[in-house]
């Protein structure tokens, strides 16, 4: 979904300022309808009507569907579903930063872990006298205590990693279920 930011304008806010045109607006949120379908369920003539919905066509709010059928719809733009849920916008985006940051974190914890790993065959090679002693001087000696610090770290828990992902995989799992919830009703 495409981040888009809701600007209301003058011609936007006198669209809204009519209860009729707000009625509109919530019929049109379930499905696109026809004007005459409008008109019935508003118990209005399809002038009076039309009127309306010109107002919320000029405020960009509606958009009129001609797909060249005797049958023109009438459907909500973006902006018009904005306005009338403010917060899914906020929900897709929390839902979008939720999951980049459990895959952060679950991708540090899969490198940390596989650090941890090198580390240990390592350590385990040398303990079998597989890597030759390094002389001194050499470039090998100077990263000995690099890979033993190295080898105390990644053994560490890694707590705010843990900590990341359940706070990150909540916001994620609470953001898909209100979506979900807001589909079904």
């Known amino acids: 979904m495409e981040d888009e930011k809701i600007t209301l304008g003058r011609e936007s806010f ?35 009507v039309k009127e309306h919905m010109e107002r919320l ?21 973006n902006k018009g579903r904005n306005v009338l849920h403010p917060a899914d916008v906020r929900i897709w985006i929390l839902l ?5 940051a459990v895959l952060v ?9 596989l650090q941890s ?8 090679l040398e303990s079998f006298d597989m890597i030759r002693a390094p002389a001194a001087g050499d ?14 770290t990644a ?4 707590y705010f990693h843990i900590a990341a992902l ?6 994620a799992l609470v953001s898909v279920l209100y979506i979900v919830r807001k589909r079904s009703s």
């Open 105 to 113: 974190a679950a991708g540090d914890m899969v490198r940390m872990s």
């Open 139 to 152: 470039a090998a000696s100077e990263a000995l205590p690099a890979l033993q610090t190295t080898t105390e």
């Open 57 to 77: 066509t000029k405020a960009g709010l509606v958009v009129m569907i001609d797909d060249g059928h005797k049958w023109k719809y009438y459907e909500l733009t």
């Open 14 to 48: 006198r669209a809204l300022a009519s209860d009729t045109r707000i009625a509109i607006l919530k019929s049109l949120d379930k499905r696109r309808k026809m004007l005459t379908e409008l008109s019935k369920q508003l118990d209005m003539s399809p002038s009076t």
């Open 166 to 171: 359940i706070i990150f995989g909540a916001l």
């Open 117 to 124: 790993n090198a580390v240990a065959l390592a350590s385990r």
């Open 96 to 100: 979008s930063v939720s999951i980049f």
């Open 155 to 158: 053994m560490q828990v890694p």
